[in-house]
């Protein structure tokens, strides 16, 4: 069988590979870093992590998963706020190829690498690890995510994993997963163990987790971090206070509000690249709703000032989107996201042509964001202007969410984050999700799930960025997810950290950061 | 004595009964679910499935109520459904961070509001005596959060003086830890020295116009021996009650002051509970809050025992 070695862009069609690029000067920063652990890195987070289980994945666990537990294979977040990216680099794998028919993925495992509990990890180790996360018993939502393999066996050093059909995702949905010690199976709440350069101290969930320095790393940590701490706090007032009272290094999460304030206290501060798609989602399958109309539909996609919301909730600092990707990515089409450009001209022809009288529709928006309402207040201005009436309803989160599963709504403003914008996230994104959202199985638009599907299986990277302008060409002539903004959380770093690097799935990466 | 406190505990134990069911039966009126919290909007439905039957949240309510009640009755709290740990070591890893904010945030209360009501009471129309008014004013008005949150722009960013916020331990660092708790403490017990500055400057005004007072003042004893040894025992029931309650305002108050100074007590383990919907925890949490009220309560009263013995035994 023929195997061939892909990079992440060759499969879709990207440009020249960026290696391991840095954000802010990676390169000086490992000089003076080497070999001085001496320093505490105090992290402040507004999402307390929900468990430490390396195969529960949400934005919350992220940051410590990246620590604690070693990935495979990563791919580098080269630029914010463009979300361009970098080609896949090689983890605890030396190497990865793909056969031809993108059914079989082989990846060599490093040797010399050991656990937190000094173990040295095996190819059996790392072949257990990903049959508990494949394992939709054990594997919390990993399991979801890595459903295409199907198979793990063990051959020579290499670990094979095959697929039930052709697939291009699962080498990048790899880079997701995380090697934990098979002896902790089951354990992680109160002991994770992986080989990452952090390992496991003491965690007071919703306080604090500590981590301390693995001096049995593989690779040398080029940080002078000794001891990582991630603060947690149900305050965001209080967590901007820490920082500026400089009892923070890094502020994860936070208010993008507060950048400027950051930013005067002579932080960086910057919107992170963890794609939250806001979205207005327009349930088209209640058949007495206004929205059944798909007319109104098109006249609710045209009549969203993006501009307005982008400068006046998110302070300029969020990337307006009207396809779910941005600029910088190779499936986005300047022509097809023209299309829902504000115009409310045509709005009211939308309007017109839908032969409706004083359209109204329940416009949703979570109890717990307050940004979502302002976002919705907007629009339901704009709206009133063509005489659509938008009526805002305050939902618990949950609420929302579960009736959008339901299909109980007519409207919401939701944001869905998906870790970094690309083709492949839709399965990550529970509205765009073709089989298992919101809009799944009966209710989901059939063109959109075939063109969904269609593209995903295609291999030629040209094909498949055409293939992919396609479905949002799908998703404009359906009109039921309208996409706003692309909003990243605030993060924020003191002028005394450097280095610091951004994992496109599992966000910051700690190992080479330096503290002066 | 011992028999007047067995009776008050006795009568403690149907409030608690009520107050857990009162507890249970409103957390299942909120909106929304744990399960969807943990697992994410990632999750699958037989995926959510599966954690609420693990919880026994797919039970009918006063099934989980019966159970929980029984896991209560064997001192067993439960897990929490976010984190997976025992409820009860939760409890322990905050409980004395909420013990020593409550009791410095009363320490200050003492502190400021005993003389504070005793400089008001003894001359009431004093300029001393309006300016304290004015502070007491302030202080019982003044939102606890936007106290905390003035004294972190003030004193620590503007000034440095002291942390914004965090937690260490006594044991590890006692002058760390007096940094840490002084602005925690003085945002809870400030409201508490007004309350208690007022209810004392008004007993010790009352009582300094008795006659007992007078035939003091006529033996010729020193004013400072007139107030403590005479005035202040007559004066202090109302304070003594008004504190018992404020106790209680300081339990609940530390869920605002713990989030602000982002202390790992009680009051923040509670919020995150709410916000993620762990319901084990906020149940034992809420169930402890209400004993630790009922004890203060039963302390108020042995005070009062101890102030007066007229009403220990009953006499005239």
């Known amino acids: 069988m023929g195997l061939v070695r892909l990079t992440r862009r060759q499969l879709i069609g990207g440009g020249s590979a960026l290696l391991g690029a840095s954000l802010l000067d990676l390169s000086s920063a490992l000089a003076q870093g080497a070999g001085k652990p001496t320093q505490t890195l105090t992290v402040g987070t507004n999402i307390p992590f929900t468990t430490l289980d ?11 998963r990246n620590s604690v537990f070693d990935p495979l294979i990563a791919i580098p977040v080269t630029d914010i706020p463009t979300y ?11 190497t990865y190829t793909v056969n031809k028919e993108v059914t079989e993925i082989r990846m060599r495992v490093r040797d010399g690498v050991r656990f937190h509990d000094g173990n040295a990890m095996t190819v059996e180790d790392v072949a257990a690890s990903l049959r508990y996360a494949i394992d939709p018993a054990t594997g919390g939502t990993m399991a979801g995510s890595l459903a295409d393999i199907t198979s793990i066996a063990v051959d020579g050093n290499d670990v094979v994993m095959k697929t039930s059909a052709p697939s291009v995702d699962a080498l990048y949905r790899l880079t997701l997963f995380r090697v934990q010690s098979p002896k902790f199976f089951g354990k992680a709440a109160n002991t994770p163990v992986g080989t990452g350069p952090f390992k496991f101290a003491e965690y007071v969930p919703n306080d604090h987790l500590t981590l301390e320095r693995f001096d049995g790393y593989w690779k040398p940590i080029q940080s002078n971090v000794k001891t990582l701490t991630f603060k947690f706090y149900t ?14 290094d890094i502020l994860q999460f936070g208010q993008i509000k507060d950048a400027a304030t950051l930013e005067g206290a002579g932080w960086a501060a910057y919107a992170a690249p963890i794609a939250d798609y806001v979205m207005l989602v327009l349930n088209y399958t209640a058949p007495d709703s206004a929205l059944a109309n798909v007319n109104i539909r098109q006249a609710v996609a045209r009549a969203i000032d993006r501009q307005a919301i982008v400068k006046n909730v998110y302070f300029g600092r969020v990337q307006p989107i009207t396809i779910p990707m941005p600029p910088s990515d190779p499936t986005y089409d300047p022509k097809i996201a023209a299309e829902w450009d504000f115009n409310l001209a045509a709005a009211a022809d939308y309007v017109k042509k839908s032969g409706l009288t004083k359209p109204t529709f329940e416009l949703r928006v979570g109890s717990n964001d307050p940004d979502a309402r302002k976002v919705a207040q907007i ?59 919101p809009f799944s199985g009966a209710k989901t638009f059939p063109e959109f799930k075939k063109s969904y599907y269609d593209a995903a299986a295609i291999v030629d990277p040209q094909q498949r960025i055409a293939a992919f302008k396609q479905v949002f060409e799908v998703l404009h002539q359906t009109a039921w997810a309208v996409p706003i903004c692309m909003r990243g959380l605030l993060c924020g770093q003191s002028k005394q950290i450097s280095g610091v690097v951004y994992d496109a799935k599992t966000h910051l990466v700690y190992q080479g950061i330096v503290k002066s | 004595m011992i028999g007047f406190i067995v009776r008050r505990f006795l009568l403690a134990l149907p409030v608690l009964f009520g107050a857990s069911l009162a507890l249970f039966a409103l957390l299942y009126i909120l909106p929304g679910d744990p399960a969807s919290f943990v697992l994410g909007d990632s999750a699958t439905p037989a995926q959510l499935a599966a954690l609420r039957h693990r919880l026994d949240l797919d039970q009918p309510v006063p099934v989980q109520y019966l159970l929980w009640l029984g896991r209560l009755a064997r001192g067993d709290l439960g897990e929490s459904l976010v984190s997976g740990y025992p409820v009860a070591r939760l409890i322990g890893q905050r409980l004395p961070v909420a013990i020593e904010l409550t009791l410095g945030a009363l320490f200050v209360a003492l502190l400021i509001g005993v003389p504070a009501g005793i400089a008001v009471g003894v001359r009431p129309r004093g300029w001393l005596a309006r300016a304290i ?32 916020g965090g937690y260490v331990a006594l044991a590890t660092d006692p002058v760390k830890n007096l940094r840490a708790m002084t602005l925690p403490c003085v945002t809870l017990g400030v409201g508490t020295a007004a309350v208690l500055a007022r209810f004392l400057a008004t007993g010790i005004a009352e009582t300094m116009t008795r006659d007992f007072v007078v035939t003091a003042r006529a033996k010729g004893l020193a004013p400072a021996r007139i107030i403590v040894r005479h005035v202040l025992r007559n004066a202090v029931i109302p304070a003594v009650t008004a504190l018992g309650i404020q106790i209680g305002r300081l339990i609940g108050g530390a869920v605002l002051t713990e989030a602000v100074f982002n202390l790992p007590g009680l009051g923040t383990l509670l919020w995150s509970a709410l916000v993620q919907r762990d319901y084990f925890v906020i149940q034992a949490v809420t169930l402890l809050a209400v004993l630790l009220f009922v004890i203060v309560n039963l302390a108020t009263d042995i005070t009062y025992g101890v102030i007066d013995p007229r009403i220990r035994t009953g006499a005239r």
Not at chain 1, 54 to 64: G, Q, Y
Not at chain 1, 413 to 430: I, K, L, M, R
């Open chain 2, 133 to 164: 008014d004015m502070f007491n004013a302030t202080a019982i008005a003044v939102p606890v959060f936007w106290l905390g949150l003035l004294l972190q722009i003030v004193v620590a960013i503007k000034l440095g003086w002291l942390p914004a």
């Open chain 1, 54 to 64: 390396p195969n529960t994945i949400n934005t919350s666990v992220f940051p410590f």
């Open chain 1, 235 to 248: 305050d965001p007032e209080a967590m901007l206070n820490a920082a500026l009272a400089s009892e923070l």
């Open chain 1, 84 to 94: 361009k990216l970098g080609s896949i680099q090689n983890e605890l794998a030396t």
């Open chain 1, 379 to 437: 629009i339901q201005g704009d709206l009133g202007k063509i005489g659509v009436t938008a009526n805002i309803t305050l939902k618990d989160p949950t609420t929302l969410v579960n009736d959008a599963i339901a299909g109980n709504f007519e409207s919401n403003v939701y944001a869905c984050s998906v870790g970094v914008p690309e083709v492949q996230d839709f399965e990550d994104c529970s509205v765009y999700r073709p089989n298992k959202g």
